[in-house]
């Protein structure tokens, strides 16, 4: 079945530096791509609207210039968290479509954060 | 905006036996799907059970099906025969069909006793 690969799965950054989270359909191709972050406990708020060829759609309240999204093939997006601080620190999970109607979602294994 | 709620934070129930989780939900949307996501302790999503919303009779996917109630908005879980591996979170999700985008409820605890 159709998989979709996150890398890496657990980081350590320290704090003020950069992380980059990979997102990876293997076997077919996605335009739309999604990011969603959970917190302990909590359920899965979406993040960002990544599509293939164009700027990402954040959703409210979650900053562009610190949550970098790059689409640039059909089958990677890229999260980048720029300047990270101890409150990114979260889990992670991205998910991906295929481009057919009623294509069904599937989700990465999550990647976990933690900003020292 | 489409709103997920469920109303049961935890739940628990005997080994073999029975357990409904409730969700409900807002839209205004006519073609959505709604979603069952099991979030065991590894905090991979695995869909459980999906709903076209176009679709009257209740999906069925063996020891799990729905209780979908479009008019009441309500959209149950039932597990029958609870073995210990169905221990997890499970989210209750909304998906409208133009945007693709997922709504989550906040999720039941459920715990599986031996």
């Known amino acids: 079945g159709a998989v979709v690969s996150q890398h890496p799965s657990w980081v350590i950054c320290k704090s003020g530096t950069s992380v980059k989270i990979e997102c990876r359909s293997l076997?077919?191709?996605?335009?739309?791509m999604f990011w969603y972050r959970q917190f302990p406990k909590q359920s899965l708020m979406l993040m960002a609207t990544s599509n293939e060829g164009s700027k990402a759609t954040y959703e409210q309240g979650v900053e562009k210039d610190k949550f970098l999204i790059n689409h640039a093939s059909l089958t990677l997006s890229t999260l980048t968290v720029t300047s990270a601080h101890p409150e990114d620190s979260s889990f992670y999970i991205c998910?991906?479509?295929?481009?057919?109607?009623?294509?069904?979602?599937?989700f990465g294994n999550g990647t976990r954060l933690t900003v020292t | 905006a489409q709103t997920v709620t469920q109303s049961q934070p935890e739940m628990s129930v005997q080994e073999a036996e029975t357990v409904t989780l409730s969700c409900t939900y807002d839209?205004?949307?006519?073609?959505?799907?709604l979603f069952w996501y099991k979030q065991p302790p590894s905090r991979q999503m695995i869909l459980v059970i999906r709903?076209?919303?176009?679709?009257?009779q209740n999906a069925t996917e063996n020891r799990f099906s729905v209780n979908f109630q479009k008019a009441a908005k309500s959209f149950s879980l039932k597990i029958s025969d609870s073995q210990l591996g169905d221990t997890a979170m499970y989210f209750c999700a909304h998906l409208w069909a133009g945007s693709y985008q997922l709504t989550f409820g906040k999720g039941t605890k459920l715990s599986v006793i031996p």
């Open positions: 839209t205004s949307e006519n073609n959505y799907y």
């Open positions: 998910s991906a479509r295929g481009n057919s109607y009623n294509s069904p979602l599937h």
């Open positions: 709903q076209e919303a176009y679709k009257q």
């Open positions: 076997d077919f191709q996605a335009t739309t």
